[in-house]
C-alpha cells in the first residue's frame, strides 16, 4: 500500500506546485509587477493551506470519500484557474480578486491533502490485523474462540501503528510531497509552458491530477467506501475530466475570443516567443500597433513622437557609433539611421522573436523603414545586463551614444536595467563626450518613478536633463507603457518622460544637431518647453535605485 500512496502524494504534490506557479505567471503577465503578485499568492496559498489542515478535521470520519472529493475539486479548480484568471482579465479588465479566490481556494484544498492520507493510512494500519482475527476465527471454529475475543480486545487497547512507524511514514509522505513539488517547479517552465502553453499546461495539470487522486482512493482504499460514495465519486471525477477534456480542445477558440476582447478585432499576428507574447493589430492600411504580454509597446499612429524624442536630442555631438539597448522593433534603428554620419548601430534585445517579427511583418518592416535590413545594423540577443558587463571589458571602441529603449521602470523585470549599477556599465561603454537617453516613464503620471530614474542617473555619475512629449491622442501610450484597464476608459499615461544625461556634473543642452533630418514633432522650441514641462513636476530629494533596493513603485 505504501508505494501507491507516495506516489500520489508526489504527483498531487507537483500538481499543487504547478497551480500556485501557473497563478504567479499569469497574474505577473496580466497585472505586471511580478514580486507583488507572488507575494500576493504564496502568502494566501499558504494562509489557506493551513485553513485547509483544520477543516480536514471534520472528514477524518470519511477519510476515503473525502480525499477523493478534494482531489476531484482540485482538479477542477486548478485546471480551469489560469482560464477563468485569463476570461477576467479579458472582459471584466480586473483580475485581481479573482487571483486571491483561486489562491485560496487551491491553498485550502491542497492543504487538507495530507491529513486525511494520514487518517486513511492509520485506519488501514489496524484493518488487517481485525480482518486477519476474523479469518483465523472462522477457520478454528468454536474451540479457538475464547482466545481470538481476547486477541481482539488486545489490539482494541493497543494504538493501531507504533510510534516509530507513525514517525516513518510522515517522514516518507513530506519526502514524497517535497520531491513531487520540485518536480513540478522544474517541470512548469522547462515543459509545460513551452509544449502547452499556460492555459493547456493548467487543464492537462488538472487532469493528472483528478486521475491520481480518484484512483488513489477508488483502488488503494476502497474496502473505505460505501457502494453510493464509490458511485459518486466515480461520477465526480468523471465529470470533472469531461469538463477539463472539453476546456482542452476548444482551450484554442477560448483563446482567440479572449485576445479579441483585449485587443480588439483587428489581430493581425500573434505569437508566443520562448519569452513572452507578441501581438500585432491593426488594419491592413492603417499603421500597426505592437503589443508585448499585453502592454501596449507601439502604436503606429502615433510612435514617431515617442522615437523621434528620444533619438534626436542625443544625436547632437559625434554619433557615428550608436548602441540601442532594448529597440527590437527596430523603431528607434529607424531614426538613428537617418543620419549619414552613423557608421554602426548594434541593437542588444533579448527576445529573438520580437526582431524576427519586426523583420518579417510587411506592416512592421514598412513602419521601421527595414531598419534590420541596413548592413550597418548588428543585433546581439542577450540580456543588456549581462552584456554591458562583459562588453565593459573587452569593447575597443566606445559608443558615442547609448538609447536605452526599454519598457517603464515599474515592470518589474526591466527594473534592473534602471538601476544605478546598470547606470555605471553603460558609462564605462561611453565615450569621454557621449550621450546617453533614457526612456524613464511618464513624468505626469508617475512623477516618483521618474524622477528615482534621474537620481540613479546622477547617483551613477551622470548629469541629466529631463524633458516629456505628448501623444497626439491623449491617454493612447505609445511608449513601453501599460494602459489602464481598471477605469474602464482604456486609457495609459498622455506623456512619455526621457532623460537625456551625459558624464561629468554639467547637464547636457537640449536641442537637435545640424545634420538633423526634418522631424514631424520636434524642434528647438518644442524640446524648451519639454524640458520646463517636465522640471515642473519634479520630484526632489529621491534615493537611487540599485539592485538590492529597487525603488520604482507602480
Known amino acids: 500500500m505504501r508505494f501507491p500512496v507516495l506516489a500520489v502524494v508526489f504527483v498531487c504534490a507537483a500538481c499543487g506546485l ?25 502568502s494566501v496559498m499558504v494562509f489557506a493551506m493551513g485553513v485547509g489542515s483544520l477543516l480536514a478535521k471534520r472528514l477524518r470520519c470519511r477519510a476515503a470519500v473525502g480525499f477523493g472529493m ?94 516509530d512507524d507513525a514517525a516513518g511514514t510522515v517522514a516518507d509522505l ?14 512548469f517552465p522547462f515543459l509545460l509552458l513551452p509544449w502547452l502553453g499556460q492555459l493547456t499546461g493548467a487543464l492537462v495539470t488538472g487532469a493528472v491530477n483528478a486521475i491520481a487522486g480518484g484512483g488513489l482512493v477508488l483502488w488503494v482504499f476502497r474496502r473505505d467506501l460505501t457502494a453510493r460514495s464509490r458511485a459518486l465519486l466515480i461520477g465526480v ?45 491593426g488594419g491592413r492600411e492603417g499603421p500597426p500597433d505592437l503589443f508585448l504580454d499585453g502592454r501596449l509597446r507601439v ?4 510612435e514617431y513622437r515617442y522615437h523621434e524624442a528620444l ?84 569593447v575597443q571602441e566606445r559608443y558615442d551614444v547609448v538609447i536605452s529603449d526599454l519598457p517603464d521602470p515599474g515592470i518589474t523585470p526591466s527594473t534592473k536595467l534602471y538601476s544605478e ?25 508617475r512623477p516618483h518613478t521618474y524622477w528615482t530614474v534621474d537620481a540613479t542617473l546622477r547617483a551613477a555619475g551622470f548629469a541629466t536633463r529631463p524633458y516629456s512629449a505628448s501623444g497626439r491622442t491623449p491617454g493612447f501610450a505609445a511608449g513601453p507603457d501599460r494602459a489602464d484597464r481598471n477605469s474602464g476608459t482604456e486609457q495609459g499615461p498622455g506623456d512619455w518622460g526621457f532623460l537625456l544625461a551625459v558624464p561629468g556634473d554639467r547637464p547636457p543642452v537640449l536641442g537637435l544637431a545640424p545634420d538633423a533630418p526634418r522631424l514631424r514633432s520636434l524642434g528647438a522650441g518644442t524640446l524648451e518647453a519639454a524640458a520646463r514641462r517636465a522640471e515642473r513636476a519634479r520630484v526632489p530629494a529621491l534615493p537611487s535605485s540599485t539592485l538590492v533596493h529597487p525603488r520604482y513603485g507602480s
Not at 489581430?267 to 507574447?277: G, I, K, N, Y
Not at 549599477?421 to 565615450?431: D, N
Open 421 to 445: 549599477e546598470f547606470h555605471g556599465l553603460v558609462a564605462r561603454v561611453l565615450t569621454g563626450a557621449g550621450r546617453f537617453a533614457v526612456h524613464a516613464g511618464s513624468v505626469t503620471d
Open 174 to 187: 513530506f519526502a514524497a510531497d517535497y520531491v513531487g513539488a520540485l518536480v513540478g517547479g522544474l517541470a
Open 237 to 281: 471525477n468523471m465529470s470533472v475530466l469531461a469538463v477539463l477534456a472539453t476546456a482542452t480542445v476548444l482551450v484554442d477558440d477560448f483563446e482567440e475570443a479572449a485576445r479579441r476582447a483585449v485587443y480588439g478585432d483587428q489581430v493581425r499576428v500573434a505569437v508566443h516567443t520562448d519569452l513572452q507574447e507578441v501581438v500585432v493589430t
Open 18 to 42: 504547478v497551480y500556485e506557479l501557473e497563478l504567479v505567471a499569469l497574474a505577473s503577465y496580466l497585472i505586471g509587477d511580478s514580486v507583488t503578485q507572488a507575494s500576493v499568492v504564496l
Open 70 to 163: 478534494v482531489e476531484a475539486g482540485l482538479a477542477l479548480i486548478g485546471g480551469c484557474s489560469a482560464l477563468a484568471l485569463y476570461a477576467a482579465f479579458a472582459w471584466l479588465g480586473e483580475s485581481r480578486y479573482v487571483v486571491v479566490a483561486f489562491s485560496l481556494a487551491i491553498g485550502v484544498l491542497i492543504g487538507a491533502e495530507i491529513p486525511l492520507l494520514m487518517s486513511l493510512i492509520e485506519r488501514a494500519g489496524s484493518v488487517p490485523e481485525a480482518g486477519a482475527g476474523a479469518r483465523s476465527g472462522a477457520r478454528t471454529g468454536a474451540r479457538t474462540g475464547a482466545r481470538s475475543g481476547l486477541a481482539k480486545r488486545a489490539r482494541r487497547q493497543a494504538p493501531p501503528v507504533e510510534p
Open 299 to 302: 502604436a503606429g499612429q502615433d
Open 311 to 394: 533619438v534626436h536630442p542625443a544625436m547632437k555631438g559625434p554619433h557615428a557609433r550608436v548602441l540601442i539597448v532594448g529597440g527590437g522593433d527596430g523603431l528607434a534603428a529607424r531614426e538613428v539611421l537617418r543620419y549619414s554620419g552613423v557608421s554602426s548601430v548594434t541593437v542588444v534585445e533579448l527576445d529573438p522573436g520580437v526582431v524576427r517579427l519586426a523583420r518579417t511583418d510587411p506592416a512592421l518592416a514598412t513602419l521601421n523603414a527595414q531598419a534590420f535590413r541596413d548592413p550597418r545594423v548588428r543585433v546581439v540577443y542577450a540580456d543588456a545586463f549581462n552584456w554591458l558587463r562583459g562588453a565593459a571589458d573587452h
